[in-house]
T-cell receptor, first 115, second 112 residues
Framework: ELKVEQNPLFLSMQEGKNYTIYCNYS?????LYWYRQDPGKSLESLFV?????AVKQEGRLMASLDTKARLSTLHITAAVHDLSATYFC???????????????FGKGTKLSVKP | NAGVTQTPKFQVLKTGQSMTLQCAQD?????MSWYRQDPGMGLRLIHY???????DQGEVPNGYNVSRSTTEDFPLRLLSAAPSQTSVYFC???????????FGPGTRLTVT
């Protein structure tokens, strides 16, 4: 059974600081997704990582994927208040005993950036 | 394009009542799915479909039915609502061959 673990689950940061959110998964997969969710809202796609070593950056966020370690990271640089949200990673087990598109989500990391 | 739309946005049911959550997409996506989101649990897959006439179960299918008669629509039916089905429900769609999924705005369901 594919399991996806995120840590930390809660993160309180000061503005201007850097931090990393980790996403570990238990079964081989080379497709990993990061989403952002604001309170009461839907999920917004942030990054799509489709191969080992993939790195994507958008503004103050950078995501990477290491399929051998079964690990993805979401790095936050010089955090600002607008980044406060819940961040989810999701793994697609397609090709490894799962059906394409049936994402397995982590429990989410609730990020709070304080001035 | 409206993207993925869901109705209603909010619903309160009494235990034992039935209802249908509607989901539609106008992107001609073959793949559609339903997830539920509970506090501290992330999202869990209920049912999915890879095309009209084809549906299958996800991780938590009990108490829910689906059908897919058209590419555009993928309704989720609760046959006899239970308090354990209190949750936020998201519909998503994508092209088969990519899991870049587009999520609807969600339906917040409360069962009393």
């Amino acid at each position: 059974e594919l399991k996806v673990e995120q840590n930390p689950l809660f993160l309180s940061m000061q503005e201007g600081k850097n931090y990393t959110i980790y996403c570990n998964y238990s079964t081989t997969s080379d497709r990993l997704y990061w989403y952002r969710q604001d309170p009461g809202k839907s999920l917004e796609s942030l990054f799509v990582l489709l191969s080992n070593g993939a790195v994507k950056q958008e503004g103050r966020l950078m995501a990477s994927l290491d399929t051998k370690a079964r690990l993805s990271t979401l790095h936050i640089t010089a955090a600002v208040h607008d980044l406060s949200a819940t961040y989810f990673c999701a793994v697609d087990p397609a090709g490894y005993g799962g059906s394409q598109g049936n994402l397995i989500f982590g429990k989410g990391t609730k990020l709070s950036v304080k001035p | 394009n409206a993207g993925v739309t869901q109705t209603p946005k909010f619903q309160v049911l009494k235990t034992g009542q039935s209802m249908t959550l509607q989901c539609a997409q106008d992107m001609n996506h073959e793949y559609m799915s339903w997830y539920r989101q509970d506090p501290g649990m992330g999202l869990r897959l209920i049912h999915y479909s890879v095309g009209a006439g084809i549906t299958d179960q996800g991780e938590v299918p009990n108490g829910y039915n689906v059908s897919r008669s058209t590419t555009e629509d993928f309704p989720l039916r609760l046959l006899s609502a239970a308090p354990s089905q209190t949750s936020v429900y998201f519909c998503a769609s994508s092209y088969v061959g990519t899991a870049q999924q587009y999520f609807g705005p969600g339906t917040r369901l409360t069962v009393t």
